[in-house]
Structure formats: C-alpha cells, structure tokens
C-alpha cells in the first residue's frame, strides 16, 4: 500500500506566497510522475503542475510563472511552490504520484487526500 500525504496549506492574503509539500510512503519500487492538482468548488479538477522522474516539468500556460514544482527523489517527496496567489487560486489541492509498488510489475496513480488552500483578497 502507498499513501500521499500533503501538507503546507492555509490561509492567505493574496500576494502572499506558499509552499505545498507531498511525501509518499509504503511500499514503493519507483516513482515516475508527479503532479498536483486543484478543485474548487463547482468546478472540475485541473492540473496545476507535474514533474517526471527526471526532472521535466509540464505546466498548463494558466498555472505558467507563478507555479513552481520541484521533487526529492532520495525522499519521495514533491512540493508546490506557488507566489502571488490570487483568490482565483482558493481550491483544495490535491497531490498525485503515479508508483510502482514493491513486488509489483506495474504503476499506479495514488491521490493525496487534499489540503485547503484560501487565498483573501
């Protein structure tokens, strides 16, 4: 079994700057993508960012510029750095690794459970 579990979310004001951060647990072989995604309410959920195992990073151009995402192999950990936030940027964010388990020949999409983010304008 392999859990994800995010940390990092709250409160702001907009402008302001915050850090997201997923670690992966269990029994993991290897880690190929990574990515966060986002919810608000009424609206479906989007990708804000993703990054492969060697470092290639995918945004959509509406999360380009104030959205960084950056990974610790070593730690199976990933993290979202996002700046300038905006109330449009109130969601719950929700982290997505795609893992190969131990003793298992294929990979699987695991979700975190989803952080609050709330940005005031």
């Not at 960084?68 to 192999?73: F, G, H, M, V, Y």
């Amino acid at each position: 079994q392999v859990q994800l579990v995010e940390s990092g979310g709250g409160s702001v004001q907009a402008g302001w700057s915050l850090i997201l951060s997923c670690a992966a647990s269990g029994r993991i072989f290897s880690i190929t993508s990574m990515g966060w995604y986002r919810q608000a309410p009424g609206n479906p959920r989007e990708l804000v960012a993703a990054i492969t195992s060697e470092g290639s990073t995918n945004y959509p151009d509406s999360m380009k510029g104030r959205f960084t995402i950056s990974r610790d192999n070593a730690k199976n950990t990933f993290h979202l750095q996002m700046s300038s936030l905006k109330p449009e940027d109130t969601a719950v964010y929700y982290c997505n690794a795609v893992v190969r388990s131990s003793g298992s020949g294929i990979y699987v999409p695991y979700w975190g459970q989803g952080t609050q983010v709330t940005v005031s304008s």
